[in-house]
């Protein structure tokens, strides 16, 4: 059974920066489809960013110019590394993997989820 567990969040000062982990177990981060959403308090969730098995990456408007998306396939953990936080930054950041994600930006194309960190940005 994949999982995935994410961890890093925190509070920090808005302009700051922070660094959030995925550790993947039962699978093999490198030949799955992986991406973070964020979910705000009172808000959907919404696509952040992702990686493709073939290190492709797709960026929402809020990542780009921000944040980065990496994997390191040696410890099986994907990061999302965030620069310049904002208060809107705020959320609850949750990793998602799937065999063969028909559509990086879209939930439903993601078999398992992780628990999610909050990210809380002090203005």
């Known amino acids: 059974q994949a999982q995935v567990k994410e961890s890093g969040g925190g509070l920090v000062q808005a302009g700051g920066s922070l660094r959030l982990s995925c550790t993947a177990s039962?699978?093999?981060?490198?030949?799955?489809?992986m991406a973070w959403f964020r979910q705000a308090p009172g808000k959907e969730r919404e696509f952040v960013v992702a990686?493709?098995?073939?290190?492709?990456?797709w960026y929402s408007d809020i990542a780009k110019g921000r944040f980065t998306i990496a994997r390191d396939n040696a410890k099986n953990t994907l990061y999302l590394q965030m620069f310049r936080l904002r208060a809107e930054d705020t959320a609850l950041y949750l990793c998602?993997?799937?065999?063969?994600?028909?559509?990086?930006?879209?939930?439903?194309?993601?078999?398992?989820w992780g628990q999610g960190t909050l990210v809380t940005v002090a203005s």
């Open positions: 998602a993997a799937s065999s063969t994600a028909h559509r990086l930006q879209d939930q439903s194309s993601y078999t398992y």
């Open positions: 990686i493709t098995s073939s290190d492709g990456t």
């Open positions: 039962g699978h093999s981060i490198s030949t799955y489809d």
